[in-house]
């Protein structure tokens, strides 16, 4: 029988209930599942990605505080079975790892720095406009074929190295893309007034 609480969980319910008390034992290993994901993908005190090793520390540390209080442990299924998109998380998390020549995804040190070494450079420079794009990047999470292409789609038949859509177009953003709204969720324009 699914909980009220599965479909719609709000934070401070988690921070109120530590221990998940009144949440089904599915809705306890989807949470988990979250959390592995969670973890995995850079969300951790230093805003850098953790190995898996880790991160089934971290996961672990919640199994010995649910145990601890004499809770079922929420890695498990009511059956006492191992979650299987648990695993599946963390399968990922290790194909990640092995990955020849990985880089690590932008984090919010990278942005910081710059910004402030944007803010030292006039403001159509091309290191002010690039901290522009790591604050929209790391706010939104563009793929860098939608933000960083070296070539146009115009020049497709020339190289193989421009990303497109399926209809051919580029990948890349354009500024058409964009919508900017002000107060009261007012279009923004770029254009000059004319007296």
């Not at 648990?86 to 720095?113: D, F, H």
């Not at 193989?160 to 107060?183: C, E, P, R, T, Y």
Request: hydrophobic letters at 35%; charged letters at 20%.
């Amino acid at each position: 029988m699914k909980h009220y609480l599965d479909t719609f969980l709000p934070f401070c319910y988690l921070q109120d209930n530590p221990l998940l008390l009144g949440l089904c034992q599915d809705s306890k290993n989807e949470i988990m599942v979250s959390y592995a994901t969670y973890l995995l993908t850079g969300n951790t005190l230093l805003a850098k990605s953790i190995k898996v090793a880790t991160a089934k520390l971290y996961v672990k540390a919640v199994v010995d505080y649910f145990t601890s209080r004499k809770q079922f442990n929420p890695t498990l299924t009511d059956k006492g079975e191992k979650i299987q998109a648990l695993e599946k998380v963390w399968t990922e998390g290790i194909r990640w790892e092995k990955m020849p020549n990985r880089a690590e995804p932008l984090t919010p040190e990278m942005v910081q720095y710059l910004v402030e070494a944007g803010s030292k450079s006039p403001i159509h420079s091309a290191l002010s406009a690039y901290a522009d794009w790591a604050v929209l990047s790391l706010q939104t999470g563009f793929r860098i074929s939608e933000y960083a292409q070296t070539h146009s789609a115009q020049h497709k038949s020339l190289t193989s190295k421009v990303s497109v859509n399926i209809d051919g177009s580029s990948q890349a953003f354009i500024a058409s893309d964009f919508k900017f709204l002000g107060h009261q969720r007012r279009p923004l324009t770029h254009k000059k007034k004319v007296n």
